[in-house]
């Protein structure tokens, strides 16, 4: 396994089955990652120096996942120059995600974090892999072959609805 370029970060481990999304589609389009669960509450310290870190360790973007107050994502894009993309996460005691999704998009200027829909990690991914695909021939490449995967999955449906209705 070489260097992790995509840093995942969470903040709690009960985030892990949305934001094995990311982790997934990573996987596919041939790019390394690291996976790591800082809170902007409870871990406050970690979390900023990972995103102090992040570029001198190899990292080219983060995706940081978080519920409720959702302020990890904003946190390490105020500590970093990399691109930080938000995934909000709908939790059990969440204002149906909107909570998450407005504390992650609502940034102040100068501090800018892209953000995905609710519970979007595999999106994530993707626009981490488009991001680095713009230095990187061979990522463009998978990434341009994923996005044919899609279209032939939307052709092969099509075609399922057509033998379905008889036309």
Same mark, same amino acid.
């Given at each position: 396994?070489?260097? $992790?370029?995509?840093?995942?970060?969470? #903040? /709690?481990?009960?985030? !892990?089955? =949305?934001?094995?999304?990311?982790?997934?589609? !990573? *996987?596919?389009?041939?790019?390394? /990652?690291?996976?790591?669960?800082?809170?902007? &509450?409870?871990?406050? *310290?970690? %979390?900023?120096?990972? /995103?102090?870190? %992040?570029?001198?360790?190899?990292?080219?973007? =983060? =995706?940081?996942?978080?519920?409720?107050?959702? &302020?990890?994502?904003?946190?390490?894009?105020?500590?970093?120059?990399?691109?930080?993309?938000?995934?909000?996460?709908?939790?059990?005691?969440?204002?149906?995600?909107?909570?998450?999704?407005?504390?992650?998009?609502?940034?102040?200027?100068?501090? $800018?974090?892209?953000?995905?829909? !609710?519970?979007?990690? +595999?999106?994530?991914? =993707?626009?981490?892999?488009?991001?680095?695909?713009?230095?990187?021939?061979?990522?463009?490449?998978?990434? *341009?072959?994923? +996005?044919?995967?899609? *279209?032939?999955?939307?052709?092969? #449906?099509?075609?399922?609805?057509?033998?379905?209705?008889?036309?």
């Amino acid at each position: 396994m070489s260097r $992790p370029r995509v840093g995942i970060v969470m #903040g /709690s481990a009960s985030d !892990l089955d =949305i934001m094995d999304g990311a982790v997934s589609v !990573l *996987k596919e389009l041939g790019i390394d /990652s690291e996976v790591k669960v800082y809170s902007a &509450h409870r871990t406050p *310290k970690e %979390a900023i120096n990972y /995103s102090f870190t %992040a570029e001198e360790r190899g990292l080219s973007v =983060i =995706i940081a996942g978080a519920r409720s107050a959702a &302020h990890l994502p904003g946190v390490l894009a105020a500590c970093t120059p990399l691109p930080v993309i938000g995934v909000p996460i709908k939790s059990s005691n969440s204002l149906d995600g909107w909570d998450s999704i407005l504390s992650i998009l609502q940034m102040p200027s100068g501090v $800018p974090v892209a953000t995905v829909a !609710l519970d979007g990690a +595999k999106n994530a991914g =993707i626009l981490a892999a488009q991001m680095i695909s713009v230095g990187n021939e061979q990522i463009r490449k998978n990434v *341009k072959a994923f +996005k044919e995967g899609l *279209k032939q999955k939307s052709i092969d #449906g099509n075609q399922k609805v057509a033998e379905k209705y008889g036309y």
